[in-house]
């Protein structure tokens, strides 16, 4: 018998495995140890409706439970980082902290923002996760990844057209980011310290970190069929006075208003009202359509 390189468990509680700490039972999960474990595991279960999980720190579990035509496969031991000639390379399981704190001590500039994303790489790759005006597609040089529909693993290296805001061709096509290069420019430490420190204290005092969360509901706001971006979300759920409501246990937070948190037992169904409530009144009231970041699962 193939000795594998994933395991399968069943009836899993996926409480952990989401940043909102929604309450929800996957009856199939599955661990892979490796890249090609994780390979293995997409093929095996190429007729299934497989759902990659990282962090789970921008995902909304919809269902309280996901029967067995689901299969949650979750990246958090594939979490190798190494250097390579020039290229920090790094495993689409690793936190996006540890590729940081790597990159600090290979005294490489432009991956301080990533820090306090609570994200993976693999994560990250796909929602194209970015702060203060960056985005981690500025560091990215290479993707591996694993093509389902083909059954391939595949190295793209032209990311011109591969990534938009907070979204990505690996995303909208449902592929699995394997493995990622990134550029590795060299630096003084004691200024990269100095702004991951800067950018960790200004988001500590915006962010409601007391409470679980999956970061930002909407990425931007469409108008007249034009998208801009996400600091204006903030001032249209202001506008609304729509921080501080609440359904069930899910709140619009009252300290940074593009969050929605979890006071409780929130279910997905709580946030997903609260998400409608907020597009419903910006449209009607304001004219304006505004996009939901959050992976509805
Ligand atoms: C407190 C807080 C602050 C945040 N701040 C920011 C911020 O400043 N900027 C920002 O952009 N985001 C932010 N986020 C959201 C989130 O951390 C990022 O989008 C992050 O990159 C998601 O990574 P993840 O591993 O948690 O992905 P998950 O939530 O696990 O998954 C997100 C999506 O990516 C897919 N996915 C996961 N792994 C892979 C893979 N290997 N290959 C292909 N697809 C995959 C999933 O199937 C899902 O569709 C924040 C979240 C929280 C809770």
């Given at each position: 018998m193939k000795n594998r390189l994933y395991q399968k468990f069943n009836k899993v509680d996926l409480t952990p495995y989401?940043?909102?700490?929604?309450?929800?039972?996957?009856?199939?999960?599955?661990?892979?140890?490796?890249?090609?474990?994780?390979?293995?595991?997409?093929?095996?279960?190429?007729?299934?409706?497989?759902?990659?999980?990282?962090n789970g720190t921008n995902i909304i579990l919809s269902q309280q439970r996901y029967r067995s035509e689901y299969v949650f496969i979750c990246t958090n031991l594939i979490n190798n980082i190494y250097c390579c000639e020039n290229q920090i390379i790094a495993s689409c399981g690793a936190k996006l902290s540890e590729l940081a704190n790597f990159a600090l001590s290979k005294s490489c500039i432009g991956f301080e923002f990533l820090e306090d994303i609570p994200g993976t790489v693999g994560g990250a790759v796909a929602m194209n996760a970015g702060a203060d005006g960056h985005s981690i597609n500025e560091l990215v040089r290479q993707v591996t990844y694993f093509d389902i529909v083909n059954n391939e693993v595949k190295q793209i290296v032209d990311l011109d057209q591969i990534f938009d805001h907070r979204s990505s061709f690996?995303?909208?096509?449902?592929?699995?980011?394997?493995?990622?290069?990134?550029?590795?420019?060299?630096?003084?430490?004691?200024?990269?310290?100095?702004?991951i420190f800067d950018y960790k204290k200004k988001r500590f005092s915006r962010q409601p970190r007391e409470f679980p969360s999956s970061g930002c509901m909407f990425r931007g706001v469409k108008v007249n069929g034009q998208k801009t971006q996400s600091r204006q979300v903030s001032e249209i759920i202001k506008t609304l006075k729509l921080q501080g409501e609440k359904i069930g246990g899910a709140?619009?937070?009252?300290?940074?208003?593009?969050?929605?948190?979890?006071?409780?037992?929130?279910?997905?169904?709580?946030?997903?009202?609260?998400?409608?409530?907020?597009?419903?009144?910006?449209?009607?009231?304001?004219?304006?359509?505004?996009?939901?970041?959050?992976?509805?699962i």
């Open positions: 989401n940043s909102m700490r929604i309450e929800s039972i996957a009856d199939i999960f599955i661990v892979p140890i490796n890249q090609d474990g994780l390979i293995d595991a997409m093929r095996d279960f190429a007729q299934k409706k497989t759902i990659l999980i990282g690996f995303k909208k096509k449902r592929l699995a980011v394997i493995e990622t290069s990134f550029e590795c420019k060299k630096g003084k430490d004691k200024n990269i310290m100095k702004k709140m619009i937070s009252e300290k940074h208003p593009n969050f929605i948190v979890n006071t409780g037992r929130a279910t997905g169904s709580d946030c997903l009202k609260l998400v409608r409530l907020c597009q419903n009144r910006a449209k009607k009231e304001l004219g304006v359509n505004l996009l939901c970041e959050y992976v509805i």
